[in-house]
Structure formats: C-alpha cells, structure tokens
C-alpha cells in the first residue's frame, strides 16, 4: 500500500525551505514598518522641541511630558516587541509541531490498515442446475402475413441445496513483505442434494473455488467418495444424474491463501440444513458482518465460531471471520493543542503581566519554560499518555514558574496564573470536556484578576 502524508492544510511548516523564506519576509517588512514609525515619533518631538526653542518654559513642561510618554512608549514597545517574536516563533515552531505528529498519526493508522488491507477470500455457496424446456412463440413476417413460430428454448433453473456442514481452519501469516496479514484457510465442505423434481433426473453441481486467493491447492469434489473430475480447465461444474426422490452428496476441500479476510456467501440462495464451524487459528479473531454467531468457544490460541440454521434461513450479508485491530483513539488532539498554543500563551502571559512585576528576562523565560513543556509533550505523547505526560511536566512548569516571582508574593501569584493560565488550559484541550475546563479556567483567571485588583489582596506592585 502507498501512502502519501499531507500535512495540515493550511498550516506553514518551517522545514519547507519556502515558507521559511516567506516568514522571515514578512517578520522584516513588519519590523521596518514599527522601526520608521518610532523614528517618525522622535523625529516629530524633536521638531516640536525646535519649534519652542522661543519658550524655554513652555519648552520644558511640554517636552519633558512627551520625552517622559516617549520613553515609556519605547520600554513598552520592547515588551510588545518581545511578546510579538515569541508569539510568531512560537507559532511556527507549534505548527512545525503540529505537522510532524499529524504525519506520526497517520503513519501509525496506515501501518495498521495495512496488516488488514487486500481482497477478502470469499466462498460461494454452490449451485445444482438443471435445464429444462421451456416453449415460447414468436411471430414473424412471410409474404405479407403474420406468422406465429412456436419453438422451445433452454432454460436454467436451480435446485435448493438440502443440507450444508461446513468446517473452515483459517491460520494468519505475514505476506512476503511482512507488513500485512494473510490467511491460510483449510476448508471441507458436505453439501447434502435431494432430487424433488418428477421428470428431471439430469443435473450440473458447480463449485466454484474462492474469490480473492492468491494460492489454491488440493481443491477436489467428491459424490459419495468419488472424486469428480473436470472436463474443462477453470470450469468448475460437474454433471451428474439422479433419480427423483432420491439424495446423493457431495464433499468440497481445497487450501487457500488470500487476504486478511474470509466469509462465506449465500448469493442470494435460501439455505436449509445449515452449519458452519469457522476455527480461527490467532489472536484478534471476531466475526463479520451482523449475524450472530449461536456459539462462540474462545480458546489460548483460538477462536471457533458456530452458525446453525436447522430449518432454511435467507441472510444478505455473508457469514465470515476478520481479524479485529486496536482502535486507534483520540487522533488530532496533540496537533490541535499545538496549534491553539501561542494563543494560551498569550493568555498565560498577560495573566503575568497583570499580577507581577515583568521584566524582558521574565517574558523570555516565561516564553521558554511553555514552548519547552509543550515540545516536551509532543514527544512524550508518542509512547505514554498524553493527559498523564501533561501531569508530569505541570510539575516542572509550576517549579519553574515561581522563580518568576522577586519575593513570596509573587511567586504565588506567579505559581496562580501558571495553574489558571496554563496548565489547566492545556488539560482542557487534551480531555473530553474541552469547553467545561476551560471554562473553569476562564472563571479561575477572573476570579484572580478581580480579587487581585478589585479587593487588593495583595500588594505585589510598588
């Protein structure tokens, strides 16, 4: 099987030299544009300044307030600055991220597609055909007049199968490659025939051997211990004679190796007299389609399913075996949470700037701590799970996090917002109850920032 990743619509990728190219392309344009207008704002004060020269008081009040906004501005734009880089490189490394695990998790859906993949084995239920004569009339045209032609013509009709005891012993193995599975199906078969017809006494049993194989070896047909014989090569039916009312059988056996998949199918017929008996020689066996096996006998090693219709039985879905892989759960939750990450980090990072004192080596380490433990759990995801990973690395974020604080004030607030802002954030997109967790966190985020602020609990600022 070929497979071909794709990765995330949409989401930039900066292994993929181009978009790299691009992104450092419009980081430039973006920081020139803020540069020339920062320049184009002291360009303009001190213009403003010249234009007092004239006042020395009025130039000193008014200059001096806007020096004092101006330099503000400037400590404020470093701050905005840094966020922003950590925001955009955050984002891409998160994508980048994001588009590696989802490349995993389809690697990992493919390998296990592949060990079912290939055409199924596929038994029919065989036919015993007889032809009988049958008139009919047509008309046509001579000199002028409508003629009636009466003629006969052969026509095909088919007996109902009386009794069938079928046993089928399926072993699975991998195929040349290794990478899928196939079967090995030992198969025998007795097929019970009562003639209830008055005046036919010739009919034709045909057999066909399964649809789907790769490998098919001892296929024979025997009447009553007799084996039959072809009488053309890929033509499996077989003449015989009986007289009404009376019964013969027939036993069908061959071996087979296909796909990863074996049933056995009605075509349609009305079944009477019914018993399979499917022995699955490995793990992971259950059976196909929705009929419901009378018995089922689990063993070590095995599994043997029983199907028993004693009277007649019509069933559209054939009965059959499969093997049964692992599902393959919550597929797309890593890739989502990386996605959604820069936006939780500016949630946690304006928690921080609105409780404690921040300086630029905060952010930045603050930036680090989170984009490190997500990248931390992208990998640890891999092989553990992902919520249990999370629980790990909280512990190393909520350490890390009360170093942002200069006394014990505000490392408690710090070590607050990192469980409102972050931590509880992050569960909220790897569990079930996405919305009700961040919710709570939202809530958890209000509620600090009001009693904070609102009520004064504590001091935290100068």
């Known amino acids: 099987m070929s497979v071909s990743f794709q990765g995330i619509p949409g989401v930039p990728d900066l292994t993929h ?3 790299l190219v691009h992104l450092g392309s419009q980081i430039l344009k973006a920081s020139v544009l803020l540069v020339f207008l920062l320049i184009a704002l002291g360009i303009a004060i001190a213009l403003l300044s010249f234009s007092l020269r004239r006042s020395p008081k009025e130039q000193s009040l008014f200059i001096g307030e806007l020096g004092l906004r ?5 400590r404020g734009f470093q701050h905005l600055a840094l966020v922003l880089v950590l925001l955009v490189v955050g984002f891409f490394l998160c994508s980048t991220l994001s588009n590696r695990y989802h490349h995993w998790e389809q690697a990992k859906v493919a390998q296990v597609a592949l060990l079912v993949a290939g055409d199924k084995l596929e038994q029919s239920a065989p036919q015993v055909r007889y032809i009988i004569k049958e008139p009919y009339t047509t008309t046509t045209q001579v000199n002028g007049k409508i003629v009636k032609i009466n003629e006969t013509r052969d026509v095909n009709r088919f007996l109902t199968i009386a009794g069938s005891q079928i046993q089928v012993k399926l072993d699975q193995t991998p195929d040349v490659q290794g990478r899928s599975a196939t079967y090995r199906v030992d198969y025998s078969a007795d097929y019970k025939v009562i003639n209830q017809l008055e005046n036919i006494n010739n009919f034709i049993f045909e057999v066909p051997p399964p649809n789907g194989y790769s490998l098919l070896q001892s296929y024979k047909v025997e009447r009553v211990g007799t084996r039959l ?4 090569a890929g033509d499996y039916s077989f003449a015989f ?7 013969t059988s027939f036993r069908v ?3 087979a190796q296909g796909g990863s998949r074996w049933v056995y199918s009605a075509q349609g017929q009305l079944l009477s007299n019914f018993r399979l008996i499917a022995i699955a020689n490995f793990s992971g066996a259950n059976f196909a389609s929705g009929i419901i096996p009378n018995d089922i006998k689990v063993d070590r090693k095995s599994t043997q399913f029983t199907w028993i ?4 039985v019509s069933v559209r879905n ?4 499969y093997t049964n892989t692992d599902p393959i759960r919550n597929t797309g939750i890593i890739p989502r949470l990386l996605l959604l990450a820069p936006a939780l980090f500016l949630w946690w990072i304006l928690l921080l700037y609105l409780s404690i004192p921040m300086s630029l080596k905060n952010v930045t380490l603050a930036g680090g701590i989170f984009f490190a433990c997500l990248l931390s759990l992208t990998y640890l995801a891999r092989i553990i799970n992902a919520e249990f990973a999370w629980t790990l690395i909280s512990f190393i974020l909520l350490g890390l996090t009360w170093g942002l604080g200069a006394n014990l004030r505000a490392s408690v607030a710090a070590f607050i917002c990192a469980i409102a802002g972050a931590v509880i954030p992050v569960f909220g997109l790897l569990v079930s109850f996405s919305g009700l967790t961040l919710s709570l966190a939202g809530l958890l985020s209000a509620v600090w920032l009001a009693v904070l602020h609102l009520y004064g609990w504590y001091k935290l600022h100068p």
């Not at 101006?70 to 400037?74: A, D, R």
């Not at 014989?229 to 053309?232: D, H, I, K, L």
């Open 17 to 19: 030299p181009v978009e």
């Open 70 to 74: 101006y330099s503000e501005l400037l």
């Open 229 to 232: 014989q072809q009488t053309n």
């Open 241 to 247: 004679s009986l007289q009404p009312k009376e019964e």
């Open 253 to 255: 056996t061959y071996k």
């Open 309 to 312: 219709f004693d009277d007649n």
């Open 318 to 321: 054939p009965f059959g075996v």
